[in-house]
């Protein structure tokens, strides 16, 4: 009795199963003839079941097809559950009327946004790195992937658009979009139907998962935040060398630029601001103010030196360890690569009471990067190649003293 209870327990199972997955495949027939050999076939189904998803009148889905700007925004407003807002959509003339509703929502929720004032771009195909970036805006986590510098270790990542490198770091780091299996992500390729409806059924299905991965990624990689403060600039040229007539103003900006674009785009985990990019005076003390308002972790004061000398010194204010140790990290690297490359002479660590030094509430270091009244000195510093290399140093101490993974690729 008992091994035919359990019989006719199976039976009934297999008897279920097979009729739920005639259903499932009758379905799936139903529906589009050519997604059977679809990765995303599953996705398509479940997209369409629930209304957000459409083939096209021919009853087929082209999975392989690009997918437009406009097929795109009715998908993501519907995973999003946004309610259609059409009159948000009217100030662009290319948008249809079947997908204006979409676009407001989308365009009320800053998700997306026209190419131009009146025109969409609804007809254009969604590249991949704009889907990326569209995605990461549609969870909710546009400022914050700005605000972090992740590793993304995909072969092409400099060929990403500097507007979307962050977004498709974010969204690659909360495991939301892979690269291709060459280990490319192809930001300019045209997004596939097929794709779009497996990623926005993932986000559709487990939203949570994601944002819990978001959370999590904000928290344990808070970037650390480098001031990099080019001394004078405007009316204040600081010294200008009587050899070649170069002014500090200007080298100590152009190595500043250089450097922070080295560390941002080389190293993972670290943001850079500047208390000028351009040929202006901040004073002292908004330079301070700069950085202490944006609570930096570190600040550097780039200057160039003059009145009879030659070679590297370095300059902090007090004792405190944390600065102490920065210092000698930072000065030891550039000092001994100077020394070793150049002949240039170790003037050694120094103490001073310069004001932004002081009145910083973060550590920070003045570098005096060689004279600019010395002949081989100033020679040097009239190099562009030369200018370049000090850079690097500099971005390499300051990377080295804070510890900073270097990018897989960049
Ligand atoms: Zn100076």
Known sequence: MRIKKSHNRYLVIILLLLFLSSLFCGQAQAYYPD?????????????????IIK???????????????????????????LPDQPEKAKHFRDVHSWARGAVGALVNANIVAGKEATFFGADDYLTREDMAVFFVRALGYQQQAESLNLNLPLKDVRYISNYAVRHVAFAYNIGLINGYTNGHFGPRDLSKREQVAHLAYQVYKKRADYTNAANNLIKNH??????????????????????NKIKEKD??????L????????????????????????????????????WSADYFVSIHHNAGGGTGFESYRYGNNQQTVDL?????????????????????????????????????????????LDHAYD?????????????????????????????????
Do not use: W
């Open 35 to 51: 997604i059977g050999n679809s990765t995303a076939k599953y996705a398509i189904i479940a997209l369409s079941d629930v209304g």
């Open 327 to 371: 210092q000698r990290q930072i000065h030891t690297h550039i000092a001994t690569h100077l020394q070793n490359s150049y002949g240039l002479r170790d003037r050694g660590m120094k103490t001073a009471n310069f004001y932004v030094l002081r009145y910083t509430s973060m550590p920070a270091i003045l570098l005096e990067l060689l004279f």
């Open 55 to 81: 083939g096209h009148k021919d009853g087929t889905f082209k999975p392989n097809n690009p997918i437009t700007r406009a097929e795109f925004a009715v998908i993501l407003a519907g995973i999003l559950n």
């Open 251 to 256: 080298i100590a900006l152009e190595i500043s």
């Open 378 to 410: 100033a020679s040097l510093l009239q190099q562009k190649s030369f200018r370049q290399y000090l850079a690097h140093l500099v971005a390499e101490a300051i990377a080295k003293a804070h510890g900073l993974e270097k990018k897989q690729y960049y």
């Open 258 to 293: 250089i450097a922070a674009e080295i560390l941002e785009r080389e190293y993972a985990g670290v943001v850079v601001r500047l208390s000028r990019t351009t040929d202006v005076y901040p004073t002292l003390s908004e330079r301070v103010a700069m950085a202490n308002n």
């Open 222 to 243: 808070q970037p650390v935040k480098i001031f990099i403060d080019p001394g004078h600039g405007g009316s204040d040229a600081g010294a200008v060398s009587p050899i």
